[in-house]
């Protein structure tokens, strides 16, 4: 019975916890805090690092409609940053931000410029990557670069094994045609 107690206590504290930043929050109150964007123009489909400052609590969150997902900002000691991505579907404008911390919620405008045609460029790669085998990579490639023609050893070679063929093939046909096989 007494770990059904535990359960219920810790389950009323994570509850508890989470409910007081909204009540903050619900206030609209500013703490004075900082925030940075970069890059501080962005445009569509771009990546944008957010960072704040004066925020006591290890975790915040920053929402905007520009925004593909809300942005968790994680830290120590004040300082806290993340990372998002800004629509590729989204005109150029001016879009609120609102980031929540702990102890308070700062307000902000984005402002999303056009994008250039390289923006438009798909951030990972489209062509399959040169990879695997280690360091043998430059090996397999040299090797592939050499000539595949035989040489005199192989020309050698190729007629003592044909010669030794010949001689097999002589001695076995003397021995049918005696009747000694």
Same mark, same amino acid.
Not at 47 to 54: A, T
Not at 58 to 68: D, I
Not at 118 to 139: D, E, K, T
Not at 161 to 167: D, E, I, M, N, S
């Given at each position: 019975m007494s770990s059904v107690? $535990? !359960?219920?206590?810790?389950?009323? $504290?994570? &509850? $508890? !916890?989470?409910? &007081?930043?909204? #009540?903050? #929050?619900?206030?609209?109150g500013s703490g004075g805090g900082e925030v940075s964007v970069t890059p501080s123009t962005p445009s569509p489909g771009d990546e944008v690092s957010l960072r704040v400052k004066g925020c006591s609590g290890m975790t915040a969150t920053a929402a905007s409609a520009a925004f593909v997902s809300d942005a968790r900002l994680v830290g120590a000691d004040g300082t806290l940053a993340g990372e998002t991505r800004v629509r590729s579907s989204i005109g150029p404008g001016s879009y609120a931000v609102t980031i929540t911390c702990a102890d308070f919620r700062v307000k902000g405008t984005l402002k999303v410029v056009p994008g250039s045609a390289a923006a438009s460029a798909y951030a990972s790669p489209v062509a399959p990557v040169r990879a695997g085998g280690g360091g043998a990579a430059p090996l397999a490639a040299a090797e592939e670069a050499r000539s595949d023609v035989p040489g005199t050893a192989h020309a050698v070679v190729g007629l003592v094994l044909a010669g030794v063929a010949a001689v097999v093939?002589?001695?076995? !046909? &003397?021995r049918r045609s005696r009747g000694t096989d």
């Amino acid at each position: 019975m007494s770990s059904v107690k $535990a !359960t219920l206590c810790a389950g009323v $504290a994570i &509850v $508890a !916890t989470s409910l &007081v930043p909204t #009540a903050y #929050a619900a206030d609209g109150g500013s703490g004075g805090g900082e925030v940075s964007v970069t890059p501080s123009t962005p445009s569509p489909g771009d990546e944008v690092s957010l960072r704040v400052k004066g925020c006591s609590g290890m975790t915040a969150t920053a929402a905007s409609a520009a925004f593909v997902s809300d942005a968790r900002l994680v830290g120590a000691d004040g300082t806290l940053a993340g990372e998002t991505r800004v629509r590729s579907s989204i005109g150029p404008g001016s879009y609120a931000v609102t980031i929540t911390c702990a102890d308070f919620r700062v307000k902000g405008t984005l402002k999303v410029v056009p994008g250039s045609a390289a923006a438009s460029a798909y951030a990972s790669p489209v062509a399959p990557v040169r990879a695997g085998g280690g360091g043998a990579a430059p090996l397999a490639a040299a090797e592939e670069a050499r000539s595949d023609v035989p040489g005199t050893a192989h020309a050698v070679v190729g007629l003592v094994l044909a010669g030794v063929a010949a001689v097999v093939v002589a001695l076995r !046909t &003397v021995r049918r045609s005696r009747g000694t096989d």
